[in-house]
């Protein structure tokens, strides 16, 4: 009887998250047939936002950037993850610097891209006074660098605690047999260690490719797309086109689209590292 | 080998942790050496910047702004905990609403803005303080914890309390909270960061200068003045400041209760 009252409990979460959270979800689709821009009335036009973003060389561009840009950088991200994962388990400043790693994720965003502006412009930066910054503000191969440091600066302790959560869960005891059995550090490393990292992997790669896809506040603060657009991120391009262009319809449409590339490309993430999987134990 | 080991996990600490000594030291070096360029050649000391950030009317100016987003922030937060307790209860008791909130753990909130705001602007909450509350008041993310937290309460001393006739209002204050307190702590933490450092949306759901949040007043002082950034670094140090502290007090709890979110 009392029980069963307790129900009730989940209504305001269950509520807010439902008008604030899942019908905005949903209701995209909804905008994303309007020409809409936010102050007129809205007007239906079925499915020619679509067609639009098929035919808008922008939106390619913007693209093939978040592409050359989630490539460049997850690679370093997982590389890093795990060798930092490896290095600290088991020593005594685990716990400190883990902590230290994990804390640019939290600290004020906009506090943090102060510190690295001036820290890093090439006009007025600090380090500009003791030796030569490549001119990011002007290169967008240096841009997009600059952003990817950023990025993995804030997310290199996430990075870490997967990989770790998943070593400690490795038994002490199936390492101990290998070296009984003559395997070398880096043998038990291929052989054992590695296959065993791999869920936290692949739930790295899935996560950073959705976040690298999604991902703009950091072109917004540090480049604002630029220099020429160069660091123009889907992210960015959804921001710019919605809330500076003022087209909300279209910006509603390039969020399916987003929303559809995020998925299709976690799939066959997912797909592909656990096919890798079975074809070893098989 | 060994060595390799440590100066590796040394030589990346140092690089994460350079941007936060910079910051702490760029607050307070006095406006000639800025200015004249040469600026890690010397070594200065000065609470100059700070006094500028002082200038103009209270509310406007920045430590209004700081106060104001303290409030607001907080706010949302213990909202947010009250809603994800509640609703943590409400599971554990048999509510079957686990998958649905995991469903939503998954959408990317960061794309929503579009129609988030045309949502906003039917409810007439377009550039009011509750488009920067309301649509915060629950996270699927501390609901999830929480729930993973009350988990481990044993069911055998929910039900001698239940026995001893407590109802549901002494069963969350008197047992449930203080046994909690420390995932509420870290969940709190966690749900502070994630307001605080919103950018974007408030300045699209609420710019008007009595609603400007720390965060846009910041990144509207760097695109006004890129290159005095005096004051700007020590707006950025005092707006950071209270989160670090906060987080180095309960740095064990939240790195634990993140690492066990991520069993789960």
Known sequence: MRRSNAQWFALPAVGLLGLFLLYPFLDVIRFSTWDWSGLSDPRPIGLENYATIWRDPDFWGSLRITLIFGVMTLIPFVILSVLLALALDGQPYERGVKALLFLPGLVTLGGATVAWYTLFSPEYGALASILPVPRWDQSQVWALILIMLFTIWRHLGYGVLVVSARLKAIPRALLEAAAVDGATASQAFRFITLPLLRPALTFLVVIGTVLSLQSYTAVFLLTRGGPFGGTEVLGYFLYKTGFESSRLGYAAALTVVILILTLSFALAQARLLRGNDDRENA | ?264
Do not use: C
Request: no cysteine; net charge negative.
């Open chain 2, 1 to 264: 080998m060994n060595a390799l080991r440590h100066a590796f996990v040394f030589v990346v600490a140092f690089l994460v942790a350079l941007p936060f000594i910079w910051m702490a030291y760029a607050a307070f070096i006095p406006p000639e050496l800025i200015f004249s360029g040469n600026i890690l050649g010397q070594f200065g000391f000065s609470l100059e910047n700070f006094a500028v950030l002082s200038q103009g009317g209270f509310w406007e100016g920045f430590w209004g702004r700081l106060l104001y987003s303290v409030l607001l922030t907080g706010g949302v937060t213990l909202l947010q905990l009250l809603t994800a307790f509640l609703a943590a209860y409400a599971i554990r008791e048999g509510a079957k609403v686990l998958p649905l909130f995991l469903i939503m753990m998954a959408i990317p909130v960061e794309l929503l803005l579009v129609p988030l705001y045309g949502l906003l602007q039917n409810l007439r909450l377009l550039d009011s303080i509750w488009a920067l509350i309301l649509p915060f008041a629950a996270s699927p993310f501390i609901v999830y914890l929480m729930f993973q937290g009350m988990r481990t309460v044993p069911e055998e001393l929910l039900e001698a309390a239940r026995l001893d006739g407590a109802d549901h209002r002494v069963l969350l204050s008197q047992i449930l909270f203080p046994l909690l307190r420390p995932q509420l702590i870290a969940a709190g933490v966690l749900a502070f960061a994630a307001h605080w450092n919103l950018v974007l949306y408030p300045r699209i759901v609420a710019g008007s200068d009595d609603l400007k949040t720390v965060q846009t007043w910041i990144t509207d002082l760097q695109r006004q003045n890129p290159a005095d950034w005096g004051p700007l670094s020590a707006a950025a140090l005092a707006a950071t400041l209270p989160l670090v502290i906060i987080y180095l007090i309960y740095e064990r709890r939240i790195v634990e209760t993140f690492e066990e979110g991520l069993k789960g």
